[in-house]
């Protein structure tokens, strides 16, 4: 069962829109700078009508690593929704993921971001000091797969498979365009981030990636390549 109808709810579409054992809740606030109190209250009331009529299938929630290490409206919300799917599910995972990339995705997310501007030869920001990391979602489908039958009742840190700083990230993309160097019009601020969610994965996740063989480095480059559009 999935309940969304985005980028993550259509990749889980497939595999298990027909599955009644499993709840893939993937509808909801998906823009970090959300400020809207309308849509974080939406996501919550679908998130507790579901969870109260379905208790006892397996709720699969996805949420972000950036829990714990930014503070907006946006990761406070996230958080209050974790704690409600902990106190009304009997059975669920909620899975603690870095930025998701696919063949459509929210025009906010960074990469997009970046794409958008470099593909114009608009000038664009980034923070010397920060550091991303992208999933390809058919990774979290397969995650998702590997986990549902044995944990329950936990959360999945998904620290990422290749951590790169938003600079390195804008020149791999800038290098897939065909942009030179002395063209991309991007301004260094001089701002850094706590980045301890690089180190959090869990068990479970590391198992994963040794399970299906994934390998760390050129991982974003074969992502960006794979879904970017020149």
Not at 96 to 111: E, T, W, Y
Not at 156 to 161: K, S
Not at 180 to 199: A, F, Q, R, Y
Not at 202 to 208: A, D, V
Request: glycine share 8%; net charge positive.
């Amino acid at each position: 069962m999935i309940v969304g109808n985005g980028l993550i709810a259509k990749s889980f579409l497939k595999k298990y829109g027909k599955d009644n054992n499993i709840i893939i809740f993937a509808s909801g606030v998906s823009n970090s700078k959300e400020t809207n109190p309308d849509n974080f209250k939406r996501e919550e009331d679908l998130l507790v009508s579901f969870l109260k009529t379905y208790p006892q299938i397996k709720f699969i929630y996805i949420s972000t690593i950036l829990i714990g290490y930014q503070t907006n409206q946006y990761y406070t919300h996230k958080k209050e929704m974790e704690k409600l799917i902990s106190k009304h599910s009997k059975d669920y995972i909620i899975f603690r993921v870095p930025q998701l990339i696919g063949s459509s995705g929210n025009s906010n997310n960074i990469v997009n971001y970046l794409v958008n501007r470099i593909a114009s030869g608009k000038s664009f920001e980034v923070y010397g000091g920060v550091k991303r990391s992208i999933l390809d979602v058919v990774d979290l489908v397969n995650l998702v797969g590997y986990c549902k039958d044995i944990i329950t009742c936990e959360t999945v840190n998904v620290g990422g498979i290749e951590t790169v700083s938003v600079i390195d990230l804008s020149k791999i993309i800038q290098y897939f365009f065909g942009v030179g160097m002395e063209s991309l019009k991007m301004v260094i601020k001089d701002v850094n981030e706590d980045d301890g969610w690089t180190l959090s994965s869990s068990p479970i996740f590391k198992e994963y990636l040794t399970e299906f063989k994934i390998e760390s480095t050129g991982y974003t480059e074969k992502i960006i390549k794979k879904y970017i559009k020149q």
